[in-house]
T-cell receptor, first 113, second 112 residues
Framework: AQTVTQSQPEMSVQEAETVTLSCTYDTSESDYYLFWYKQPPSRQMILVIRQEAYKQQNATENRFSVNFQKAAKSFSLKISDSQLGDAAMYFCVNQGGSEKLVFGKGTKLTVNP | NAGVTQTPKFQVLKTGQSMTLQCAQDMNHNSMYWYRQDPGMGLRLIYYSASEGTTDKGEVPNGYNVSRLNKREFSLRLESAAPSQTSVYFC???????????FGPGTRLTVT
């Protein structure tokens, strides 16, 4: 069975600084995807970044980047130059051979001005 | 494009009442999903439909039924609501296969 673990229930960062959110996962699939989704107070789920497991290069999307360590089954999210609008719940998500997503429990990120 | 829409946004039910949550997408996606989100949890899959005419159980299907009415619409029905079904419900859609899912705005349901 697939599992996703986010060990940091809450994190905080000063505006303009960098923060890293941790995620580990377990899967028996050889072909899978990993995602980070953001959920602001509006409740809307927003895709932040995606990583295909077969790609060795870490995905980057503007101020967001990941550190994907396949052997260690680790998938962390780095947010650079943090902005007030980055404050949200962040979910690490795994999608394996089926189309089902498996979510971690989330990390609540606070951005301090 | 509206993306994924859900109705209603909020609902309060009494124990034993029934209701249907509606979901529609205008992205021509084959796959659609229903999730629930409880406090301190990520989303958990209730049911999904890989294509029109097919539905499958997810992680937490008990107490729910679904209907894939056509390619655009996927409804979730609670036949006899229970307080344990108090939650926020999300509908999502995606292209068939392993692709990112696009989510609706959610329905906050309270069962008293």
């Amino acid at each position: 069975a697939q599992t996703v673990t986010q060990s940091q229930p809450e994190m905080s960062v000063q505006e303009a600084e960098t923060v890293t959110l941790s995620c580990t996962y377990d899967t028996s699939e050889s072909d899978y995807y990993l995602f980070w989704y953001k959920q602001p107070p509006s409740r809307q789920m927003i895709l932040v970044i995606r990583q295909e497991a077969y790609k060795q290069q870490n995905a980057t999307e503007n101020r967001f980047s990941v550190n994907f360590q396949k052997a260690a089954k680790s998938f962390s999210l780095k947010i650079s130059d943090s902005q007030l609008g980055d404050a949200a719940m962040y979910f690490c998500v795994n999608q394996g051979g089926s189309e089902k997503l498996v979510f971690g429990k989330g990390t609540k990120l606070t951005v301090n001005p | 494009n509206a993306g994924v829409t859900q109705t209603p946004k909020f609902q309060v039910l009494k124990t034993g009442q029934s209701m249907t949550l509606q979901c529609a997408q205008d992205m021509n996606h084959n796959s659609m999903y229903w999730y629930r989100q409880d406090p301190g949890m990520g989303l958990r899959l209730i049911y999904y439909s890989a294509s029109e005419g097919t539905t499958d159980k997810g992680e937490v299907p008990n107490g729910y039924n679904v209907s894939r009415l056509n390619k655009r619409e996927f409804s979730l029905r609670l036949e006899s609501a229970a307080p344990s079904q108090t939650s926020v419900y999300f509908c999502a859609s995606s292209r068939q296969g392993i692709y990112e899912q696009y989510f609706g705005p959610g329905t906050r349901l309270t069962v008293t």
